[in-house]
Structures are given as C-alpha cells and as structure tokens.
C-alpha cells in the first residue's frame, strides 16, 4: 500500500511539474512533456548503469560512504553530481533539436528531470513509509530541475556553436558542483538542509533575475489619446 501510494506521489508531481514547465514555455503539445519524461527514464537509467558499473569496480557508492567526510566523500559527492547532471544532459539533448530555444531547453529539462525523479523514487524509495520519502518524492523533480539550469541554460546557445561539447562543459560542471555540494550539505552533520536549500537558492535566483531582465527589455506600451 505504502508502495503504491509512493509510486502515485511521484508519478503525479513529476507528471505535473513537467507539464507546468511546458505550459510556461508555450509547449502545449502532449508529446513535448512525454517524450521529456521519457528522456528522464532513459536519463535515470543511465545513471544507474553507471552506478552499477562503479559498485562491480570496487568503489563503495553509498550515502554513508559519503557521510564520512573525509577526502574521499568529496570526490564521491562530485563524482556523483557529474554522473546524474551528465545523464539528465544526455536525456535533454535526445530530445532537442539545433534550434531550440532557451525556454523551451529549459521547459524539455524540467520534464527530464521529473521523468528522473520518478524512477530514481521507484527505484531507490520502494516502499519506504515515511515523511521523508513521500517529501523526496514530491518535491524531487523541482530538486533536480533546478540543480539542471546551469546545463539546460547553456544548451541552446552550445548547439548553434561550432564546438557544442566545449560549450557544454563548463555549464555541465556548474551543475554538477551544485549538485555535488547540495548531497555533501546533506550528508555531513552541521550542514543539513541549509545548505541544501543554498545549492536550490543559487540556480532558482539565476532564473529570477533572468526573467527579470527579460521583463525589463520588452518595451512598455507608449498611451494614446483619442
């Protein structure tokens, strides 16, 4: 029962934040947010992989190995962060095109990240009954969306740049150290969700002042009298 409700949660909030961040977009089409989440599974799925191949070459990929604090559990939270900003990336360049605009990459990551969440919820949440998790799995895709802007940001203008990878790299770290120092911030005592909240804050002010200046650059209407 647990599960079931767990699985609702997530695929509910995901479901609904994705198409939000479409709408906001001016992407109304049904496809668009199916074949974001998709991405998202496929994202998700790649990540995991990658967690699996790490755990078959001796290397201890847990959070109390993280919990740690010591040298090593920050090049795991960085390890970490790279792995899932670079899958959520991946799900994001399967489904944009060279001339996709900044809010549309923005609103297709959006549903990428929901489509991870809801996996990454089945898979590492199962039926864990507890406040915690149902929070984790509600609030999951607007983590991992935010933690994803510095990338999703660069995409547009990488793709019609002659060396889009190199462009890529950059943005890719940025969300990668967010998201690195956001799971660290959990992990070790003294930092908790404060912290964590710093790592959301920073890519959530971005997109503010962001939409600010774009506000500021649309001309006002000049009155007329008749």
Known sequence: MWGLALA???????????VAAAVRAGERRVGFVLHALLAGFAAAGLAFLAYDAASRAGFDVRWERIARGDA????????????????????????VDRGVRTRSALAVAAGVAAGFSILESLLVL???????AFARAALGPVAHALLAVPAALAVAP????????????????ASAALHGAGDLS??????????????????ALVLFARARRRRRAVPAPVATWK
């Open 72 to 95: 090593w559990a920050f090049v795991l939270a960085a390890g970490i962060g790279l792995v899932e900003e670079g899958s959520k990336l991946a799900g994001l360049l399967l489904v």
């Open 158 to 173: 990488a793709l019609r740049s002659r060396r889009p990878a190199l462009a890529l790299a950059l943005p890719l770290a």
């Open 8 to 18: 609702l949660t997530a695929a509910g909030s995901g479901t609904a934040w994705a």
């Open 126 to 132: 199962g039926r864990e009954a507890s406040g915690a």
């Open 186 to 203: 959990l992990a070790l005592p003294g930092i908790g969700h404060a912290g964590y909240a710093l790592a959301l804050a920073a890519p």
